[in-house]
C-alpha cells in the first residue's frame, strides 16, 4: 500500500513466490559474505563518529548514529548507492530517513481504511488514481496528509536511487558493492522471464520496501544488544575479550563473515537478545480459507475446544512472535530470563523435542515458511559486525536515565518521561584507547 508498485511485503502467491525466488540469491551467505569490506568501510566511520562524539568519556544518545548505520549499510550494501548518512547536513536523506521511520507509525492511524488501499493502489485508470491520491494532500486529516508526504518523498528517494544505477549500467561503470538489488532487479527485468512482469514501479517499490523492511528492525536489535551490554558489564567483557582474542589470532586484521559467525559467545548473546526482544512482536494475516489448526498444547476452553482451532475464511490472525519466544512450554522455568549459557549446548536448547517452524534459532523472530526475513543473514552480519567494532574500542554502561522500550512498529527504545520526543538510547561511552580519565564520580556512575 505504500508503494506504487509491486513490492515483495506486498504480493501474493504465486507473484510472491517468483519474486522471492529471484530476490533470494542476493541475500545468502555467499553473497552477503562479499559485503564485509563496505560492511567494516561503515562500521569504522560509526566507530570515528561515536569517538568524536564522547572525547574519552560522556553519556551519549547512540539511538540516532544506529539509525543512520542501518539505514547507509542497506542503501550501501543492498543497493550500492554511495549514500553519506553519518555525515550530517545531507537534508535529502534526513528527511529520507524520517519518512522511514514515520510511514508505518502513520500508516497505523489510518487502520479505519487501511483495508481499502490496495485496492486504490490497482485503479484505473493511473490519471484518476494520481489524481486522488494528490487530493489526500488537501483533506483536513494529518495522518492521511503525512502518510501521503512520506510515501511519495520514499518513492522519489528511491526512483533517484534507481536512475543513477541504471545510468551506472549504461555506461558501464563499477559499483561500490559486487551483486546489488538494483542491478539484478534491472538485468532480471530485461530477461525474457520476467519482461512482462517488472515494472520499473516494481523494481522502485522492492527497493523501497527492502530499505523499510531492514532498516528499523535491525536499529531496533542494535538497540537492544548495546543496552544488554552496558547493563551487564561482565559479560561484555566476555564479548570483548572473545572479539579481541580472535583478532589477534587473525594476525590483527577484521574478522569476516564466517569468523565473525564462528564467535561463540558473540553468537549466543545475538540468540539470546532476539529471542527474548524480537524487533518485531507479532504479525497479522488474514485466513484465505477454512482451515484446522492442529494444537501442539491443547486450549482448555469448552467453547474453543482441545486439540485443533477451526478458523474460518477471513479472520483475522495474529502470530505472536514475542510470546512464543518467551514460552515456558518450550524454553521452561527460565524462558523470560537472559541466559545466553543456554545456546552453548545447542542440543538441548528447548525443552521439548519438537522444533519451532522459524528459520532462526528455534525461535519465530524472522518468523518462518514462505513470508520468513528475507534478509536474515544480512542482519545477523551487520548486528555481529557492528558489535565487534564497536566493543573493540568502547565500553558501555549505563546513563542515569531509564529507558523503556515501546512498541511503534518494532520494538524501540525511549527516555522515561522523555517519550515525546522520540526514540532514543542514552548510554554512558568509555573510548578504551583514551588513556586516565581521572574523574572517579564518572567511573562509579559508569560501573553501577
Ligand atoms: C534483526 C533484524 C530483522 C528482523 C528481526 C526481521 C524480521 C522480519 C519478520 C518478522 C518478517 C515477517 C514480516 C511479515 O510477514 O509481516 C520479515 C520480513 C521481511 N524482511 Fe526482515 N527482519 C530483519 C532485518 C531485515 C533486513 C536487514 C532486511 C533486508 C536486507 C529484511 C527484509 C525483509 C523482507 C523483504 C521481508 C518480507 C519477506 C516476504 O514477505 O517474503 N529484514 N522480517
Not at 314 to 329: D, K, L, M, P
Request: hydrophobic share 40%.
Amino acid at each position: 500500500m505504500i508503494h506504487r508498485g509491486d513490492g515483495l511485503a506486498s504480493v501474493k502467491g504465486d507473484q510472491h513466490r517468483k519474486l522471492k525466488r529471484l530476490l533470494s540469491p542476493l541475500f545468502t551467505a555467499s553473497n552477503v559474505s562479499k559485503l564485509e569490506a563496505i560492511f567494516y568501510h561503515v562500521a569504522y566511520r560509526l566507530r570515528e563518529t561515536v569517538a568524536e562524539e564522547v572525547v574519552g568519556f560522556s553519556s551519549r544518545d547512540i539511538f540516532g548514529m544506529l539509525s543512520s548505520t542501518a539505514l547507509e549499510l542497506i542503501v550501501k550494501g543492498g543497493i550500492s548507492y554511495p549514500l553519506d548518512c553519518l555525515a550530517a547536513g545531507d537534508a535529502k536523506f534526513s528527511d529520507f530517513q524520517r519518512a522511514l521511520n514515520t510511514v508505518l507509525p502513520t500508516a497505523g492511524r489510518l487502520w479505519m481504511v487501511i483495508p481499502y488501499f490496495e485496492s486504490w493502489r490497482k485503479l484505473r485508470p493511473v490519471w484518476l488514481r494520481r489524481f486522488l491520491s494528490r487530493l489526500v494532500l488537501y483533506l483536513p486529516w494529518k495522518a492521511a496528509r503525512e502518510f501521503k508526504q512520506c510515501c511519495d518523498l520514499m518513492d522519489q528517494t528511491c526512483r533517484d536511487m534507481y536512475g543513477y544505477q541504471q545510468n551506472l549500467s549504461l555506461k558501464k561503470l563499477g559499483r561500490i558493492s559486487g551483486r546489488d538489488l538494483c542491478t539484478h532487479l534491472l538485468e532480471a527485468k530485461e530477461s525474457i522471464d520476467c519482461k512482462h512482469v517488472l515494472t520499473n514501479d516494481d523494481i522502485v517499490a522492492n527497493m523501497s520496501s527492502i530499505i523499510l523492511a531492514g532498516h528499523e528492525t535491525t536499529t531496533s536489535a542494535m538497540s537492544r544488544l548495546l543496552h544488554i551490554l552496558a547493563a551487564r558489564p561482565e559479560l561484555q567483557e566476555r564479548v570483548r575479550e572473545e572479539i579481541v582474542s580472535a583478532r589477534t589470532n587473525n594476525d590483527g586484521k577484521d574478522l569476516n563473515y564466517r569468523q565473525l559467525d564462528n564467535l561463540p559467545l558473540l553468537d549466543a548473546v545475538c540468540r539470546e537478545t532476539l529471542r527474548l526482544f524480537p524487533p518485531v512482536i507479532f504479525v497479522g494475516r488474514e485466513t484465505a480459507q477454512d482451515t484446522i489448526v492442529p494444537l501442539k498444547f491443547p486450549i482448555h476452553d469448552m467453547a474453543i475446544g482441545s486439540q485443533e482451532l477451526r478458523i474460518l475464511k477471513g479472520t483475522r490472525v495474529y502470530v505472536g512472535i514475542g510470546a512464543i519466544n518467551r514460552s515456558e512450554e518450550l524454553w521452561g522455568t527460565s524462558a523470560n530470563q537472559f541466559i545466553p549459557e543456554r545456546w552453548f549446548n545447542r542440543e538441548d536448547r528447548t525443552q521439548h523435542a519438537f522444533k519451532m517452524p522459524g528459520v532462526y534459532s528455534d525461535s519465530l523472530t524472522f518468523l518462518g515458511g514462505a513470508r520468513s526475513c528475507l534478509g536474515m543473514k544480512f542482519a545477523l552480519f551487520e548486528i555481529k559486525l557492528l558489535t565487534s567494532v564497536l566493543l573493540g574500542r568502547f565500553a558501555l554502561g549505563l546513563s542515569d536515565k531509564e529507558i523503556c522500550w515501546r512498541l511503534d512498529t518494532t520494538v524501540l527504545p525511549y527516555v522515561e518521561g522523555e517519550t515525546h520526543k522520540g526514540p532514543s538510547l542514552p548510554l554512558i561511552v568509555k573510548d578504551l584507547q583514551v588513556g586516565d580519565l581521572g574523574e572517579d564520580h564518572k567511573r562509579e556512575s559508569f560501573t553501577k
